[in-house]
């Protein structure tokens, strides 16, 4: 596993999936979100067609506001114009909820929030 080390993002390939750890803890400012977007897109430019999914690991990430989900946006945008799929994983209970809210869970692969449609009867 390969990993860098950046201001605001952890960096590391699992076989093809680029795992990308979201270090900052309040994702509020708009200089803060456009930083991480584009040390994201950075990364995925690096790794190349090496890459077929995105990993966001949102683990320390305790706040994000309008300007960290439009990032995230732009983002998976791009990654999936390049046939990739982007997932978010690990959210705290408040950025889980901020996802569910902006019905952003439905857009991107949220594999630990749970739907009431999904439930089978």
Known sequence: MATELS????FSTL???LVAKLMDARIVSGRVATQIRERLTTALDRQGSAVRSV???LACVEMIGSAGLNEL???RTRARGQGMT???TDAQPQV???LI???LDRVF???DVFHEEDQTS
């Open 7 to 10: 201001d605001r993002v952890e």
């Open 15 to 17: 076989g093809s999936q």
């Open 73 to 75: 946006i732009g983002f």
């Open 96 to 98: 889980r909820e901020v």
């Open 101 to 103: 809210m902006t019905r």
């Open 109 to 111: 692969d949220v594999p």
């Open 86 to 88: 982007v997932e978010l």
């Open 55 to 57: 990993r966001i690991d």
